[in-house]
């Protein structure tokens, strides 16, 4: 192991824990010398050192990976190089299902809970200590001073609960020493109130909400000019990075991350599609999902390195991505996002499966069981669109199931947040399955207006 790895370690696991690491956020921040984080081979070896140290940890603390190494008869002291690793079976979703196995702390050091949406029954929940919440909040902090420099008040109009988003970004921005202001998804019409009373800088939202409050500004010819917005949750397009810096002024900068993994893991720099991992705490892998071996793209697979209250070990995301060649300094690996391998739409802040919407619309008196849906964009805004095979199916019956098996479906038609069509009564002909599922979002099809149907900069008052 390379001397420069085990000092940046040091460095890192010092920085990870204090409560205010503003200093080492200008030091880390100044890329140019013989800084440890200029040399790729330093963050690989460093890697390995954490992914070793977790491997252990996992063996020794977490009943599901204890359970694992014995079933396949090897130690953890036995994995040393990547190829070791790279034998271990996968982690995956249905495996949280008991959660229990996971922990690996005593109950009294669990400081937060985060859960998933998008399944049926119980959804999958997420423990973190105090101390690994800290890790991950100071280095979302160095990440947003890496952008953004001097005043930071920011606006988040993400859902709350028990949900990662609001309650990380939060803290990310107290612990940039900026003003967070977390207001949830409302009434847009009151959230652009909030942007009159309280001036903010930067807006963190997703992009569907972001088009929706950009609407509103322009209902009520409001405006004023961002440094900054920053999403996450969804796929971000083209059209809405332009309408977002025409009408306020302000570069987009899109965001990835998941519960399991600790929130936003991931940088985006100007006038690039790729999304830099934070190598410093994550461990990434691209995968086939066929033959699980590496590949230029395919499934994206994690191993936080930073983790106490549950260790997660080659984790199987379900997202799919192609890695991403770049000439910028950061030297961590980056990646362009390229969807799902699964029925799983994201749209509109939420997490959809299409059986699940199947199953719910299925249930309404006189369906068939089979549903096709399609998902677009009109106006940019998310557009669900359910063609509800039957006889006699009445819309609204639908619509109840649908909002019973995904409350938050409601919320987000509520807010403006989704467009939610339903057509009954029709024939599907010769689909198979109970759920087809067309995304025009990916083929660049959506109907609808853009960016157009605002004010135009010259009328804006």
Not at 114 to 122: D, I, K, M, P, Y
Not at 158 to 177: F, H, K, Y
Not at 407 to 420: D, I, M, Q, R, T
């Amino acid at each position: 192991m390379r001397p420069s790895a085990v000092l940046l370690d040091a460095n890192l696991r010092a920085f990870e824990a204090r409560v205010h690491p503003n200093g080492l956020i200008r030091i880390i921040s100044e890329h140019s010398g013989d800084h440890p984080l200029n040399y790729p081979h330093t963050i690989s070896d460093m890697q390995l050192l954490r992914l070793r140290r977790m491997v252990h940890y996992a063996g020794a603390r977490s009943p599901y990976y204890r359970e694992m190494f014995a079933r396949l008869g090897i130690r953890p002291r036995d994995i040393r190089t990547l190829d070791d690793y790279h034998r271990l079976p996968f982690t995956g979703a249905h495996d949280l299902n008991d959660w229990q196995r996971f922990i690996a702390v005593p109950e009294e050091l669990l400081s937060a809970v985060f859960t998933t949406s998008g399944t049926t029954g119980e959804p999958k929940r997420l423990y973190y200590t105090a101390h690994e919440l800290n890790a991950l909040h100071n280095i979302g902090a160095l990440g947003l001073r890496l952008r953004l420099h001097g005043r930071l008040r920011a606006l988040i109009a993400l859902p709350d609960g028990l949900w990662i988003g609001s309650n990380e970004a939060s803290a990310i921005v107290e612990r940039a020493g900026g003003l967070a202001l977390p207001v949830g998804i409302a009434d847009p019409a009151v959230i652009v109130g909030q942007m009159r009373r309280f001036e903010p800088n930067v807006v963190i939202t997703s992009p569907s909400f972001m088009v929706i409050m950009t609407h509103e500004a322009q209902r009520q010819r409001f405006h004023t000019e961002l440094q900054a917005i920053l999403v996450s949750g969804e796929m971000l397009l083209d059209e809405q990075k332009e309408l977002f810096l025409d009408y306020w002024h302000a570069p987009t900068y899109n965001s990835y991350g998941t519960t399991e993994i600790g929130g936003g893991q991931t940088l985006a720099l100007p006038n690039s599609d790729c999304l830099y991992l934070n190598g410093l705490q994550l461990y990434t892998e691209i995968i086939d999902p066929a033959t699980g071996l590496p590949a230029e793209e395919g499934e994206l697979v994690y191993t936080p390195l930073v983790r106490e209250a549950m260790p997660l070990l080659r984790y199987r995301s379900g997202d799919l991505a192609k890695w991403c060649k770049h000439g910028n300094w950061l030297p961590f690996g980056s990646i362009i996002l390229d969807g799902r391998d699964d029925d799983l739409i994201l749209a509109a802040d939420m997490n959809l499966y299409a059986h699940i919407l199947a199953d719910a619309a299925g249930r309404a008196a006189g369906a068939s069981g089979r549903v096709a849906i399609t998902v677009d964009k009109v106006n940019l805004v998310d557009r669900l669109r359910l063609c509800v095979e039957g006889d006699g199916v009445r819309e609204e019956d639908v619509r109840s199931q649908l909002y019973a098996a995904y409350p938050e479906l409601k919320l987000g038609v509520g807010s403006a947040n989704l467009l939610l069509e339903i057509e009954t009564d029709v024939q599907l002909g010769e689909q198979l399955k109970a759920a087809k599922l067309t995304d025009m979002r990916r083929s660049g099809k959506s109907g609808g207006q853009h960016a157009g149907a605002l004010v135009p900069p010259a009328a804006r008052q």
